[in-house]
């Protein structure tokens, strides 16, 4: 299976602080994306990393890819209560593309 | 621009019964999925289709069944539900491969 794992599976902090999350997957990949789910909603996409890239900024985000290591990790950066969600990592490979997801990392970021 | 919408967002069934949940999504995208969410196991994908007339296995698709007969629409049929399809349903859609997928805000389904 591709399906990536996240670690760790929960994670809390203050606000202010940065939040470091991570995702292993098994097989090669051709790009790897990072989703949110907010409690009883449905995913929000965040970030997507090509197998190429190492490394991606989107504002208070920072996702790096190591291909070698079949890993990549999410950095939030000056958490807010409002970042308080799951996160999810999906790898996708082959033809087609279909999505794997892990388990998640539930952040909470304390006010 | 409504997105991806699932309905219906609840419904209880009893065991055997059958049930259709319907995905739509206004974004002309090409590629749609199924997906199940159940407590510390992630979203699994059920069935997925890469356009219009097609459909594809996933991970977990003994159980369902799923049409795509127009691109914007496509069908989840549970036809005997069971116990064990209690869960939370999640439909997505992108363009193509190496596209963000937005998703819908999901159904919640319960087999008694």
């Known amino acids: 299976s591709q399906q990536g794992e996240e670690d760790p599976q929960a994670l809390s902090i203050q606000e202010g602080e940065n939040a470091t999350m991570n995702c292993s997957y098994k097989t090669s990949i051709n790009n790897l994306q990072w989703y949110r789910q907010n409690s009883g909603r449905g995913l929000v996409h965040l970030i997507l990393i090509r197998s190429n890239e190492r490394e991606k900024h989107s504002g208070r985000l920072r996702v790096t890819l190591d291909t070698s290591k079949k890993s990549s990790s999410l950095l939030i950066t000056a958490s807010r209560a409002a970042d308080t969600a799951s996160y999810f990592c999906?790898?996708?490979?082959?033809?087609?593309?279909?999505?794997?997801f892990g388990s998640g990392t539930k952040l909470n970021v304390k006010p | 621009n409504a997105g991806v919408t699932q309905t219906p967002k609840f419904r209880v069934l009893k065991t055997g019964q059958s049930m259709t949940l319907l995905c739509a999504q206004d974004?002309?995208?090409?590629?749609m999925y199924w997906y199940r969410q159940d407590p510390g196991m992630g979203l699994r994908l059920i069935h997925y289709s890469v356009g219009e007339g097609t459909t594809a296995k996933g991970e977990v698709p003994d159980g369902y069944n799923v049409s795509r007969l127009k691109k914007q629409n496509f069908l989840l049929g549970l036809e005997s539900a069971a116990p064990s399809q209690t869960s939370v349903y999640f439909c997505a859609s992108n363009q193509g491969p190496g596209t963000e997928a937005f998703f819908g805000q999901g159904t919640r389904l319960t087999v008694v």
């Open positions: 974004m002309n995208h090409e590629y």
């Open positions: 999906a790898t996708e490979a082959g033809n087609f593309n279909k999505f794997y």
